[in-house]
Nanobody, 121 residues
Framework: QVQLVESGGGLVQAGGSLRLSCVAS????????MGWYRQTPGKQRELVAT???????NYADSVKGRFAISRDNAKNTVYLQMNSLKPEDTAVYYC???????????????WGKGTLVTVSS
């Protein structure tokens, strides 16, 4: 089975930085787009950033210029470097990836369980 596992969340002061990582494991044939989403209580999950297999990134307006998404295809890993963090960035951050599994070659969207980022003022 394919799994996504996030790490790197935690508590940071406003203006600080964190780097999130997400590793995909299991029977993987190929990974298409990967990305990060976030959610706060009572709100819908929202896109933070996505990256294509070729490395092209796309960002929510709220994080442009502060966050950077990257990936290491050899390690099946996607990263999110978060700088100049603000209290409103506080959320559970979820990793997402479109993966073609190596068992039956079906392509599906997979989600991690999330990692909490808390930014104090």
């Amino acid at each position: 089975q394919v799994q996504l596992v996030e790490s790197g969340g935690g508590l940071v002061q406003a203006g600080g930085s964190l780097r999130l990582s997400c590793v995909a494991s299991g029977s993987i044939f190929s990974i298409n787009h990967m990305g990060w989403y976030r959610q706060t209580p009572g709100k819908q999950r929202e896109l933070v950033a996505t990256i294509t297999s070729g490395g092209n990134g796309n960002y929510a307006d709220s994080v442009k210029g502060r966050f950077a998404i990257s990936r290491d295809n050899a390690k099946n890993t996607v990263y999110l470097q978060m700088n100049s963090l603000k209290p409103e960035d506080t959320a559970v951050y979820y990793c997402n990836a479109e993966i073609q599994n190596g068992v039956d070659l079906n392509t599906m969207d997979y989600w991690g369980k999330g990692t909490l980022v808390t930014v104090s003022s």
